[in-house]
């Protein structure tokens, strides 16, 4: 049995929808939140959901998806998703991700 039996798999790319952001975690502070620079231009502090606490590991500058919260659009968000290597690949094919480029130079 292969060991990397999910890269063969192709997962398809989850992109954002209404409501929905990219984001780079700046800073994890703890009690399942973290800072995230969004690509809209702002910050926020944004929840990490139980489902993905313990499965997946984030850290500061790893690619998120983020879902804006209706009642404090411009502060909080919620991480629905951490992209991969791959999907960050697929990401920057489409040109999605040159807003992190620019804020670089």
Do not use: N
């Amino acid at each position: 049995m292969p060991k990397k039996k999910e890269k063969e798999m192709k997962k398809e790319l989850i992109i954002p929808g209404e409501g929905e952001v990219i984001g780079v975690i700046e800073q994890l502070l703890g009690y399942d939140r973290a800072m995230v620079k969004c690509s809209d231009g702002y910050t926020r502090l944004c929840r990490i959901p139980g489902r993905m606490r313990k499965r997946v590991w984030m850290k500061p500058g790893d690619i998120v998806l983020v879902g804006i919260w209706d009642f404090q659009p411009k502060k909080r968000g919620d991480i629905l998703h951490k992209y991969d290597r791959d999907e960050i690949k697929q990401l920057e094919s489409k040109k999605m991700l040159e807003w992190i480029k620019e804020e670089e130079i």
